[in-house]
């Protein structure tokens, strides 16, 4: 009987890590399409959101935030500073270390994106149920927090 459980488990899980990054990449081409009217990918979007607030982050503390590996990130970064919407500095503290900021133009962008991603989640919401949403998003908090 202890066998059949254990040779379940894997097949559940290998299943589980199908079933999340087929839905991962169907919201995520979902919003990213909503998120090209501003001319903005999904993870520019999350480099914003990741820099706004903050005092500026060196690419390493955002590369960890957002969980882009660091090549795909500094060609992300270099387009937004590209377009003004960040700018890097040297550090204060640390005169090798670099810090990127999001600008004004920046935070402006970053308004209009959060409306845009807002008005599909509320659409994703309706479609779903707003049940199978708050349970869904509490589920995977609690994921996120055990791995």
């Known amino acids: 009987m202890s066998n059949q459980s254990e040779t379940a488990l894997p097949a559940a899980t290998a299943d589980l890590v199908d079933l999340l990054t087929r839905a991962q990449r169907a919201l995520a081409r979902d919003l990213g399409t909503v998120l090209e009217e501003e001319g903005t990918s999904v993870d520019q979007w999350r480099v914003l959101r990741a820099l706004d607030g903050a005092e ?7 590369a960890a935030e957002v969980e882009i590996p ?10 937004l500073v590209d377009s003004a919407y960040l700018y890097r500095s040297q550090s204060s503290r640390d005169r090798r270390r670099v810090s990127v900021h999001v600008s004004d133009l920046g935070r402006r ?35 996120r927090e055990r791995l």
């Open 56 to 62: 500026g982050r060196s690419m390493g503390e955002l």
């Open 109 to 143: 962008k970053l308004r209009r994106l959060d409306a845009l991603a807002a008005a599909h989640e509320q659409a994703m919401a309706a479609r779903l149920g707003p049940d199978t949403v708050a349970t869904l998003s509490a589920m995977l908090r609690s994921v």
């Open 70 to 79: 660091h090549p795909t990130l500094t060609r992300i970064v270099d387009t």
